[in-house]
């Protein structure tokens, strides 16, 4: 039998509701029929409580810092796999044979062109243009191209149009950089591996020979790994909410990246740099900007700190952070950044403030200082991350078309505005 749980409202008869539990053992109470039994909505600003669906590509357990994909531990995954095979587990629920892997490989050469026509489109922004909105902009421009994207239909393409997209936004994404640095754009290379290929296209140039280190391929598919999926975040909520009105992959991708964007979520990444660089400008005082991060009255925040979903540590930020001091020594690079972040983190760790809120490092906090080091300009850091993110939307656009569950995402509210009240005509409203 399974388990109910019962609810009594006023002046009604209790309610059983029935109760789900997930293979970790979560529990959550459904009450997708509460309103129909009761005329009850459920209330729950920014979804604290709430569940929007059943997953299985992605665990995590803030309160012991537990984050796997497919079932295996990131630890695991960032010690022993890459980036691209990462992205077939999320996508296809289980690890590549050679074979496989080598198919999606090619599969991801064979489309990183992007139509020659597209090339146009970056001269339309202006050299001032956050690359995120290059990025968002080009990828739903992408379903112009392909008219099988549309809709339902790119459901049944949705291998070609994954390969296609996490091919193309590698492309995308340097073009928009050496557009906003004046360079001509360098095309890809089919013998390049995924990372290599992209660090050839942002930092190569015509007039002279460019070797990808093989260090930083290393650690961009550390970081891209690291990034690959985290359940039911904003930008993934975003994709599933875009894509349950039956918008294409490339629509719903695109408006995924935006809410990426945002500086409390994936923008975070370079608004901590910008923060480091800050304090270091004013002398290294870190107690100064502590207790501005706690005062109510102000707007800062320590960026990089802090996560809905951890409460313990963020398994992310602890791999990263031994990788920043691993990537830095061997690419010879001292960042008086790293050691004001290792301070700052110190610091924050030990104040009341912060373990009572238990406010944390996250992904965001060391990774900026990694993509310093390895030549990424701080304005593309949010784009790393979009790469990284990729497969884990698309993983979640998937699952979401295959779940019979799936209905249009549509909230409801409780409305708190004026009652019902008599139009007034013009010459006799006075201003409120
Ligand atoms: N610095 C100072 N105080 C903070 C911080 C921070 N970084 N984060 C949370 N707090 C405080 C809040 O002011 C609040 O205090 P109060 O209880 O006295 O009002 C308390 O901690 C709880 O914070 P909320 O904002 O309610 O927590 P929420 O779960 O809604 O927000 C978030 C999580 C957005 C990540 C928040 O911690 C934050 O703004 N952090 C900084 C931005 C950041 O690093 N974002 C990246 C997150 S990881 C990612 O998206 C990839």
């Known amino acids: 039998m399974s388990d109910t749980?019962?609810?009594?409202?006023p002046g009604q008869e209790p309610v059983e509701l029935p109760v789900i539990t997930g293979s970790e053992g979560e529990k959550a109470i459904d009450v997708s029929k509460l309103r129909a039994k009761t005329g009850y909505i459920t209330l729950d600003p920014g979804y604290v409580n709430t569940g929007s669906c059943s997953s299985s590509v992605t665990f995590l357990d803030g309160e012991k810092?537990?984050?796997?994909?497919?079932?295996?531990?990131?630890?695991?995954?960032?010690?022993?796999?890459?980036?691209?095979?990462?992205?077939?587990l999320l996508l296809h629920g289980a690890l590549p044979t050679t074979q496989q892997l080598d198919d999606f490989n090619d599969h991801l050469s064979k489309h990183s062109l992007i139509h020659e026509d597209m090339k146009h489109f970056f001269e339309g922004f202006s050299t001032t243009a956050h690359p995120m909105v290059i990025l968002s902009s080009m990828v739903s421009s992408l379903s112009a191209y392909y008219s099988e994207a549309s809709g339902a239909a790119s459901v049944d393409q949705l291998e070609?149009?994954?390969a296609r997209l996490m091919a193309k936004i590698r492309t995308i994404a340097a073009f928009s950089y050496k557009k906003s640095i004046g360079q001509p754009f360098i095309y890809p290379q089919d013998k390049l591996a995924y990372c290599a290929n992209f660090l050839n296209m942002m930092f190569a140039v015509p007039a002279e020979p460019y070797e990808v280190?093989?260090?930083i391929t290393k650690a961009l598919d550390l970081l891209l790994i690291l990034h690959a999926d985290h359940e039911q975040n904003c930008s993934a909520s975003t994709v599933r909410v875009v894509g349950s009105s039956m918008a294409n992959v490339y629509a719903s991708v695109a408006s995924g990246i935006l809410a990426l964007w945002g500086p409390l979520h994936g923008g975070a990444n370079q608004q901590v740099l910008r923060m480091l660089e800050r304090i270091h400008a004013d002398g290294d005082d870190l107690d100064k900007y502590v207790r501005l991060a706690k005062d109510p009255d102000s707007d800062f925040r320590l960026m990089g700190f802090g996560?809905?979903?951890y409460k313990n540590f963020d398994p992310r930020a602890t791999i990263i952070k031994s990788a920043c001091d691993r990537v830095l020594?061997?690419?010879?690079?001292?960042?008086?950044?790293?050691?004001?972040?290792?301070?700052?983190?110190?610091?924050?760790?030990?104040?009341?403030?912060?373990?009572?809120?238990?406010?944390?490092?996250?992904?965001?906090?060391y990774s900026g200082i990694i993509y310093r080091a390895i030549g990424i300009p701080e304005n593309m850091f949010t784009v790393m991350f979009a790469l990284g993110r990729l497969p884990g939307w698309i993983a979640q656009w998937k699952e979401m078309h295959q779940d019979p569950k799936t209905k249009i995402a549509r909230p409801r509210q409780i409305y708190n505005g004026e009652?019902?009240?008599?139009?007034?005509?013009?010459?006799k409203r006075v201003a409120g």
């Not at 944390?360 to 906090?365: H, I, K, R, S, T």
């Open 307 to 309: 996560h809905r979903v």
């Open 65 to 88: 810092g537990i984050l796997r994909y497919r079932g295996y531990p990131i630890e695991q995954l960032a010690e022993n796999s890459s980036f691209v095979e990462v992205a077939y």
């Open 419 to 427: 009652t019902a009240r008599d139009y007034v005509p013009i010459e």
């Open 5 to 9: 749980a019962t609810l009594q409202l």
């Open 160 to 162: 070609v149009n994954t």
């Open 329 to 365: 020594n061997l690419l010879g690079v001292d960042d008086p950044l790293l050691d004001l972040a290792r301070r700052l983190e110190e610091v924050a760790l030990s104040d009341e403030y912060f373990v009572e809120r238990k406010l944390y490092p996250n992904v965001d906090f």
């Open 213 to 215: 280190d093989p260090e």
